[in-house]
Structures are given as structure tokens and as C-alpha cells.
């Protein structure tokens, strides 16, 4: 990875591609969270003074990390709720609870600096590696 982010911006015609890494599966998902909230607002115009919970559900692991970047996503775009940090409390395989660590969204301070319209199924993949784990995805913008 490049400079201090866990994670990079992959080129795709367009739509904006993410890989994010972490050293545990847990990891990768909170990183995503702070990713999706570091693309669109910036993390930097975030305060971490709330708690928020989430549980999402998904046939398999893929498809509980599109849902759980589709639920940040929706905090973001509905303009609910701006998050700085996520712990991931419990994970299975089909299911996860976090805690979101935030603010309720700003609109003053939490300009919006790319617009994410959805996040896709398209190469949507969550697996390990050998320096820890990865995810994929494709987002519309």
C-alpha cells in the first residue's frame, strides 16, 4: 500500500475501484468503512465523537462485504451519519456486528468530494493473502 491508507484506488473504466488490506478479515472491513467516508467526505472533516451499531447479514462472505459497504454507503448518501472509525465486534461468515464511530453527517463541514452511487457485485471478492486479507470492490460513480 501506498503512503499511511490501507488502501488503493484501482483504475477501472468508469467506475472507481477499491483494494483494501488488513492483517485480519475484521480489519479489512473497518478499513472499508473509513475508506468509503475518506473517498467521499474525507476522514479528516470527521469528528469521532458518537457510537453507532450495525449488523448486516449476507448469503456468504462476499456478499456480507458488499452489504456492509452498502449500508456505510447509505449513511453517507442519505446524509444520516459521517464515520471516522469502525471496530468490527463479531463476524461469521454470513454476518457482522460493528460499532461506528462518528458523527451525525454535517452538511457544512461534510462536503462531498467524490460521489459513490453504489457499490457493485462486479469482482466483489474478500479472500486471504499471504501478508494478511483483502478486499475488492467496484463502486458506480
Same mark, same amino acid.
Given at each position: 500500500m501506498t503512503g499511511n491508507k490501507p488502501y488503493v484506488i484501482l483504475?477501472? *473504466?468508469? @467506475? %472507481?475501484? %477499491?483494494?483494501? *488490506?488488513?492483517? *485480519?478479515i475484521e480489519?479489512?472491513?473497518?478499513?472499508? &468503512?473509513? &475508506?468509503?467516508t475518506d473517498l467521499m467526505i474525507g476522514t479528516n472533516a470527521v469528528k469521532q465523537i458518537t457510537r453507532r451499531g450495525l449488523d448486516v447479514d449476507g448469503i456468504d462472505r462476499d456478499d456480507l462485504w458488499v452489504n456492509f459497504l452498502r449500508e456505510i454507503l447509505s449513511l453517507l448518501t442519505s446524509k444520516t451519519y459521517a464515520v471516522?472509525?469502525?471496530? $468490527? %465486534?463479531?463476524?461469521?461468515?454470513n454476518q457482522l456486528t460493528a460499532e461506528l464511530r462518528g458523527e451525525p453527517y454535517d452538511v457544512v463541514r461534510h462536503v462531498v468530494k467524490t460521489e459513490i452511487k453504489a457499490i457493485t457485485y462486479h469482482q466483489a471478492v474478500v479472500r486471504r493473502t499471504r501478508d494478511g486479507w483483502e478486499g475488492?470492490? $467496484?463502486? @458506480?460513480?
Open positions: 483504475n477501472h *473504466t468508469a @467506475d %472507481l475501484g %477499491l483494494l483494501v *488490506t488488513g492483517r *485480519t480489519d479489512v472491513f473497518a478499513n472499508a &468503512a473509513a &475508506a468509503l471516522k472509525s469502525c471496530q $468490527i %465486534l463479531r463476524m461469521e461468515a475488492k470492490v $467496484i463502486c @458506480d460513480v
